[in-house]
T-cell receptor, first 112, second 110 residues
Framework: TAGITQAPTSQILAAGRSMTLRCTQD?????MYWYRQDLGLGLRLIHY???????GKGEVPDGYSVSRANTDDFPLTLASAVPSQTSVYFC???????????FGPGTRLTVL | KQEVTQIPAALSVPEGENLVLNCSFT??????LQWFRQDPGKGLTSLLL?????REQTSGRLNASLDKSSGRSTLYIAASQPGDSATYLC?????????FGTGTSLTVIP
């Protein structure tokens, strides 16, 4: 199985433009998560979804939005990108009863 | 707010040595703690998950312990190999939030 896929692998974006990072999992996990990883700060949770149709805010949600229309997909949207959103973004998923998180390969985003 | 600390930030050991990585957290009200490995430019690979009711988990040469009351976890790696070189991260779940440490960068010298 593919596990978790993310697209694109990397992207350079002009400030003020919008962008959607895609995440798809094929493990039928209930919960999905978006993190950003920055040097010296580690991984920080942006948004999460415990089940299709529900979402919640993580530690650093401002400037980002998510949706969870179905079990498999959990896109992350930057409506108007700013340079401080330059980061590596990771999507993850877990099952409700076990809670072990599995991560995708990441998207490297540069906002200029 | 939960804070997770990993010490040391970097560690170099000769091949074959046993080693311990440390993870501490400030709020003992956690659901679980998970250890990950991250290779440069890659995603995170899950190593071990310890539920809050458990004291330890083992997988091959890896053993993770959890002392919830003192806010500590250790990852023990036996007979280290050069292929173990990577950054090791711990994460705790508190409610619906997950908090990560900044990792320990391990280099195993052949």
């Amino acid at each position: 199985t593919a596990g978790i896929t993310q697209a694109p692998t990397s992207q350079i974006l002009a400030a003020g433009r919008s962008m959607t990072l895609r995440c798809t999992q094929d493990m039928r996990h209930n919960a999905m998560y978006w993190y950003r990883q920055d040097l010296g700060l580690g991984l920080r949770l942006i948004h999460y979804s415990n089940t299709a149709g529900t979402t919640g805010k993580g530690e650093v949600p401002d400037g980002y939005s998510v949706s969870r229309a179905n079990t498999d997909d959990f896109p992350l949207t930057l409506a108007s990108a700013v340079p401080s959103q330059t980061s590596v973004y990771f999507c993850a998923s877990s099952s409700w009863n076990h809670n072990e998180q599995f991560f995708g390969p990441g998207t490297r985003l540069t906002v200029l | 707010k939960q804070e997770v600390t990993q010490i040391p930030a970097a560690l170099s050991v000769p091949e074959g040595e046993n080693l311990v990585l440390n993870c501490s957290f400030t709020d003992s009200a956690i659901y679980n703690l998970q250890w990950f490995r991250q290779d440069p430019g890659k995603g995170l690979t899950s190593l071990l998950l310890i539920q809050s009711s458990q004291r330890e988990q083992t997988s091959g040469r890896l053993n993770a312990s959890l002392d919830k009351s003192s806010g500590r976890s250790t990852l023990y790696i036996a007979a280290s190999q050069p292929g173990d070189s990577a950054t090791y991260l711990c994460a705790v779940r508190s409610g619906n939030q997950f908090y990560f440490g900044t990792g320990t960068s391990l280099t195993v010298i052949p």
